[in-house]
């Protein structure tokens, strides 16, 4: 499968913030991308599906980090 333009920024954005910070947030995610909340959730989800991301921690406490 094929990731959209919004998918492949998400998932550099990830990517690179991975190496700076381990706690990004879905709400950050939207803030900084200038995506809605639920933009970001479906996002997340297709990268989850692809096995590109995975969630560290609980849902309210976790954050997002790159599969290695």
């Known amino acids: 499968?094929?990731?959209?333009?919004?998918?492949?920024?998400?998932?550099?954005?990830?990517r690179d913030f991975d190496r700076i910070n381990d706690r990004?947030?879905?709400?950050?995610?939207a803030q900084?991308?200038?995506?809605?909340y639920s933009t970001i959730?479906?996002?997340l989800r297709?990268?989850?599906?692809q096995n590109l991301i995975r969630r560290v921690g609980s849902k309210k406490t976790g954050?997002?980090?790159v599969v290695e």
């Not at 297709?46 to 599906?49: A, D, G, I, N």
């Open 63 to 65: 954050f997002w980090s």
């Open 46 to 49: 297709t990268l989850l599906e």
């Open 24 to 29: 990004l947030t879905t709400y950050y995610l």
């Open 32 to 36: 900084k991308m200038g995506l809605s």
């Open 1 to 14: 499968m094929q990731l959209s333009e919004n998918e492949k920024k998400v998932f550099l954005f990830i």
């Open 41 to 43: 959730q479906r996002i």
